[in-house]
């Protein structure tokens, strides 16, 4: 048995995950994730390209999809719109 489609959602601490699934070959991933880039993510996630003017206004998921892409063509990444959990106030 084997995966065929992965759905990660919150897409700040799993760049990892994800670029593994990828290599392994899985059929399809969809990331979901509606929060905007900030400095901080930008500066901790090697999937985000170092290039500035390529993430203004743009979410992380939106900013990682290509990254993922390069690592395995093979693979299907597209980004979902929406956000399915609440962060909790602290």
Excluded: H
Excluded at 38 to 53: G, H, K, M, Y
Excluded at 80 to 88: I, L, S
């Amino acid at each position: 048995m084997f995966l065929s489609y992965c759905v990660v959602f919150e897409f700040t601490f799993v760049g990892q995950f994800c670029k593994n699934i990828v290599l392994a070959g899985v059929g399809s991933l969809t990331l979901v994730d509606d929060r905007v880039a900030t400095e901080e993510a930008l500066s901790s996630n090697f999937l985000i390209p170092p290039v500035e003017d390529v993430y203004g206004g743009k979410t992380l998921a939106e900013l990682c999809c290509n990254s993922l892409k390069d690592f395995n063509p093979m693979v299907r990444v597209s980004v979902e719109k929406g956000f399915c959990f609440k962060p909790v106030p602290s």
